[in-house]
């Protein structure tokens, strides 16, 4: 056991070696194939295995490597070197590495295929690995042929990006780009050919004799870097490599500062996966020139900010950053959203309300910068732009005092009440009214008639505001103003909060919806959904008028699709399943839940902090000295004798509640019996009275002949 333990890198290279023979020469039948899939599944993960258990990575267990196959195409030498340095052995030193690997410690010399066949040692991965300035004859993955064709093309770029090609003329900067933007498409478009074009960067970046021509290499590995991640199967192939390049690195600085740049982006990528769009020439020359790029994201109040952003920045990012321009510090339910305003009468011949539609935080600002400059936006009749605004509002957001945090919730929260989604009584209309105008314009505006009329207008809703004739709104408004004049701004605008808080569906996060199922048959073809911590609330878009909600105790199940979004919900105690179309579906889940968990968290605040509280209050009374021992003692019998009466008492009301829901249950079953039986007896005597009826016209016709006759 000893000597296998000694001997682990070289059972492993052997092991893995013979795996390797075996995946070239063993080439299955149509009757064996079934048996090759599951026999090579198994020696991979064996190879997997050792790599684990042992700590040594080799070469030749890189089975997606066509080795045999770029030795068979290759015509001319190529320069070897060691891919062992990128699996770096736990248990064993750097130095005992590379001795093992090469007895002499130095490079060996390029062989070429006529060597290797006359019996001098194969090529390898390792040597694959190594930079070339030549193009390649195959692809150096396992690629089908069409795919291995477009990895020469892509070596043959590569080659030319870099200044290797030779007789090449060295690009210009348009050319460049170009270059790079072809790259970046066939990985962008192709799966199967982004750990190719990840391999053959490895390639040109590994023993590169010009610094130049390294520095370019790295310049494009962190743009691909910054596009698209590896595969699963190679991301700890390239991290484990970029890595060890940056920490022995020894190079130029532009060189370092490009390895330094590839490994925060592949840890991006990796996390935000690939672009959705191809980067834009725009977009990768302000890469290669460390430029910003800008855009404009709106507020509701339709003030605006610019943010900077590169290929790589990201929602979450962008909204970090929008956060410290505006100086806000409680930003955590802050972020970004797609407007969607429809402009086009002929295509939304109905004024519909805008539509935002929350962006994920892992989504690059790119993508979503270049899909709303895309024209099918302007085709399909809609208007789009970047919002700031909160996800959602929380009970734990009364506890922040911060005062942009609370402007940017009152203007959320004023642009909800006036889009109609809180439908309130006059007296409150007024007093909103009479608080947005103070919080507005300060005290004194009554001295201008018009524009204090102009104020009330504009801040109650069109379908309120003509329940009264206009002098009678002047004078409600107008003495409700009057009596805020020693209040602040601020404080007008923390009373219109909190009037909305004290609203059945205030503070609540509203979506536009289509109804699909509804077992009741109440709801209208379109409709709003307003989300808060009380439960779902339902709503008519045009005229806005609310119609239903639903409490969170009563929502049994909810879930959703790309395309939609279900309720399992209790109405008038009987189970119904509703359902919408949206695109929000996930968002309207996220915010049910989070309003849940916040429920939950805050129960369970309050058992924790009681249970602190009685073990405070028996610390104490343990702490006041044997004196007060036997009275405590009694205390406790006379307090255990009376909470066994509650508790007594307690089941006997839950006794006589069951019993009175029994009864309710049975004399509505009772019920539904009697009214089953009269409904019987009514066809009975119904039918009994058509039946009479029949007879008589019998009888009168029969009379009548017996009259003739």
Same mark, same amino acid.
């Given at each position: 056991m000893q000597s296998i333990r000694h001997h682990r890198p070289r059972y492993s290279a052997v092991c893995c070696k013979s795996v390797q023979l075996l995946a070239a020469v063993w080439q299955p039948s149509a009757t064996s194939a079934g048996w090759h899939a599951i026999i090579m599944h198994r020696l991979e993960h064996v190879c997997a295995v050792l790599r684990r258990e042992w700590g040594f990575g080799c070469a030749h267990c890189l089975l997606p490597f066509q080795v045999d196959s770029f030795l068979k195409a290759q015509q001319r030498t190529t320069a070897s070197?060691?891919?062992?340095?990128?699996?770096k052995s736990k248990m064993l030193s750097r130095n005992s590495m590379s001795a093992a690997a090469s007895p002499a410690g130095s490079v060996t010399a390029a062989r070429s295929p006529a060597s290797s066949a006359g019996g001098a040692t194969p090529l390898t991965a390792d040597d694959m690995l190594q930079w070339y300035n030549e193009p390649i004859p195959t692809s150096l993955l396992r690629l089908a042929p069409e795919h291995a064709s477009r990895a020469v093309k892509m070596f043959a770029g590569i080659l030319r990006y870099c200044g290797d090609a030779a007789g090449a003329e060295q690009q210009s900067q348009a050319q460049a780009i170009e270059t790079a933007q072809k790259l970046l498409h066939q990985g962008l478009k192709r799966s199967e050919l982004r750990? =190719?074009?990840? &391999?053959?960067?490895?390639?040109?970046?590994?023993? +590169? %004799?010009?610094?130049?021509?390294? *520095?370019?290499?790295?310049?494009?590995?962190?743009?691909? *870097?910054?596009? &698209? %991640? %590896?595969?699963k199967d190679f991301t700890g192939l390239i991290s484990e490599y970029v890595h060890s390049i940056l920490q022995d690195m020894d190079d130029s600085e532009e060189a370092k500062e490009a390895v330094a740049a590839t490994w925060a982006a592949l840890k991006r990528c990796t996390k935000c996966g690939p672009r959705r769009t191809l980067p834009s020439v725009e977009e990768i020359q302000a890469h290669m020139s460390g430029a910003k790029l800008t855009t404009i994201v709106f507020f509701l109040d339709e003030t605006f900010e610019e943010v900077a952003y590169d290929i790589t920045t990201s929602v979450a990012e962008a909204v970090e950053q929008l956060a410290g321009l505006i100086r806000l510090q409680n930003f955590q339910t802050f972020t970004l959203y797609e407007a969607v305003r429809p402009v086009n009468p002929k295509l939304n011949p109905e004024p519909l309300p805008d539509e935002h539609l929350l962006l994920d935080e892992h989504r690059y600002m790119a993508d979503i910068v270049a899909e709303l400059r895309h024209p099918r936006v302007v085709r399909e009749g809609c208007q789009s732009r970047l919002l700031f605004k909160k996800r959602m509002f929380r009970e734990t957001d009364e506890a922040i005092t911060e005062p942009q945090f609370i402007n940017l919730s009152y203007v959320q929260a004023q642009h909800d009440y006036l889009a109609g989604n809180y439908p309130v009584v006059r007296e409150d209309a007024a007093q909103m009214a009479a608080l947005q105008t103070h919080a507005e314009f300060g005290y004194g505006l009554e001295q201008d008639p018009e524009g204090f009329m102009a104020a009330i207008e504009r801040f109650i809703t069109r379908q309120v505001v003509m329940t009264r004739p206009r002098e009678e709104w002047r004078a409600d408004v107008a003495a409700r103003y009057k009596a805020l004049a020693q209040h602040s701004k601020e404080e007008a605008r923390t009373q219109f909060m909190r009037i909305l808080r004290t609203l059945p569906y205030g503070n609540a996060t509203f979506f536009a919806v289509r109804r699909i199922e509804d077992p009741i048959g109440l709801l209208p073809p379109r409709l709003i959904l307003g989300i808060n911590k009380r439960g779902v609330h339902f709503f008519r878009p045009v005229p806005k008028e609310y119609l239903h909600s639903a409490e969170l105790r009563d929502i049994m199940q909810f879930g959703s699709s790309s395309q939609a979004v279900f309720f399992k919900m209790r109405v008038a105690g009987v189970l119904h399943i509703f359902q919408f179309e949206t695109r929000q579906g996930e968002d309207i889940c996220m915010a049910l839940?989070?309003?849940? +968990?916040?429920?939950?968290?805050?129960?369970?605040?309050?058992?924790? *902090?009681?249970? =602190?509280?009685?073990?405070?209050?028996?610390?104490?009374?343990?702490?006041?000295?044997?004196?007060?021992?036997?009275?405590?003692?009694?205390? +406790? *019998?006379? &307090?255990? =004798?009376h909470l066994k009466e509650q508790q007594q008492l307690l089941e006997q009301a839950q006794a006589a509640l069951a019993a009175a829901q029994q009864a309710e249950s049975q004399a509505r079953v009772e019920n539904e019996s009697l009214l089953s039986e009269l409904r019987d007896l009514k066809e009975m005597m119904a039918a009994e009275a058509a039946s009479r009826e029949a007879l008589q016209d019998q009888l009168d016709a029969s009379s009548k002949q017996l009259g003739e006759m």
């Open positions: 070197g060691k891919l062992t340095a990128l699996f750990d =190719e074009l990840y &391999m053959q960067l490895v390639k040109q970046t590994r023993g +590169n %004799p010009t610094s130049a021509s390294r *520095a370019k290499a790295w310049g494009l590995f962190h743009l691909v *870097a910054a596009a &698209m %991640p %590896p595969s839940q989070t309003h849940i +968990n916040d429920i939950m968290m805050k129960r369970y605040s309050k058992v924790k *902090a009681a249970s =602190e509280a009685k073990q405070s209050s028996d610390a104490a009374g343990a702490a006041a000295g044997s004196g007060a021992v036997g009275g405590t003692a009694a205390y +406790n *019998a006379k &307090m255990d =004798e």
